[in-house]
């Protein structure tokens, strides 16, 4: 399974961007699909979820500001950023939980990720 994120850049704080992540390849059934970010000098973190089933969950960071969503037909992901913050600059990444049948465990899949800068 491969994954291509797109959609970032610079925006100006108070901004909104929208990133996008498109799976494509040998694809069995993906589960969850979600979005982490990695600031310089800082640990890749969780940002937000969705499951095939549309339940979605965020990090305290971007509740209320991020909107996860997805399109199963397209096995692809998205990520609305609004009211964006300086310390919402990072690259961000796209994850995808792929099961393949007779497996009890799905595989992770994760895109190149995408630069978001955000600036003051």
């Known amino acids: 399974v491969q994954l291509q994120a797109s959609g970032g850049g610079l925006v100006q704080a108070g901004g909104s961007l929208r990133l996008s992540c498109a799976a494509s390849g040998r694809i069995f059934s993906i589960i969850d699909m979600g979005w982490y970010r990695q600031a310089p000098g800082k640990q890749r973190e969780w940002v937000a979820s969705?499951?095939?089933?549309?339940?979605?969950n965020y990090s305290d960071s971007v509740k209320g500001r991020f909107i996860i969503s997805r399109d199963n037909a397209k096995n692809t992901v998205y990520l609305e950023m609004n009211t964006l913050r300086p310390e919402d600059t990072a690259v961000y990444y796209c994850n995808a939980d792929d099961k393949p049948p007779r497996s009890a465990l799905p595989v992770k899949f994760w895109g190149q990720g995408t630069q978001v800068t955000v600036s003051s």
């Open positions: 969705i499951t095939r089933g549309y339940t979605t």
